[in-house]
Structure formats: structure tokens, C-alpha cells
């Protein structure tokens, strides 16, 4: 039978802000933060993108790019002078 979104109507603190961080070869979800309204994840996640210092351990932060790679989700670039790291964040509703 086909999910349909009627079926799952919208509940307070189902909305997610979820941040996945690059270790090496491997992505980690380092946060997840819950929202009453999507309006309210999408614009915690938005501000997260700009703002947010990745767990890696960075120095001096010298670019920070920005991308939109869906709906509700956008990948982070952050370079210095000798290295780059990077992390996404997404925005999701909790269906189970």
C-alpha cells in the first residue's frame, strides 16, 4: 500500500534538524534537534548552515560554501589554508 502524506498529519516536535559531519571516510550524525513546525526546523537549519563549526576541529575558517542540494537539505564546504572539511544538514519529519 502507498504512503500517502494525508496519512501522517503534522504532530508538535515531529520536525528534525539533523547534522551529519565528515570523519575521514565516514559521514556521523552529530546532532538532531527537534522542532514543534517545519517552518521552524527549515529556518534552524538555514542559519545553521551559516554559522555552524563543525566537531573536526577546525582553525581559521577562511571559505564557506553554501549549497542547497535539495528541498531540505544543504551541503556545507568549509575551507582554510591547508585543509577543508564539510557536513550537511537536513530537515525531516519523524514518521515512526
Not at 496519512?7 to 550524525?29: C, H, L, R, T
Not at 563543525?54 to 564557506?64: H, I, Q, V, W
Amino acid at each position: 500500500m502507498s504512503e500517502r502524506p494525508q496519512d501522517y498529519p503534522e504532530q508538535a516536535g515531529s520536525w528534525f534538524v539533523a547534522i551529519e559531519e565528515n570523519y575521514g571516510d565516514a559521514w556521523k550524525v552529530t546532532g538532531v534537534q527537534p522542532f514543534a513546525t517545519r517552518d521552524e526546523a527549515m529556518w534552524h537549519a538555514v542559519n545553521t548552515a551559516r554559522g555552524y563549526v563543525p566537531k573536526s576541529g577546525l582553525f581559521k575558517e577562511k571559505t564557506r560554501w553554501i549549497m542547497q542540494v535539495g528541498q531540505d537539505s544543504w551541503l556545507v564546504v568549509i575551507g582554510g589554508k591547508h585543509w577543508n572539511t564539510h557536513f550537511r544538514i537536513s530537515v525531516g519529519r519523524q514518521v515512526w
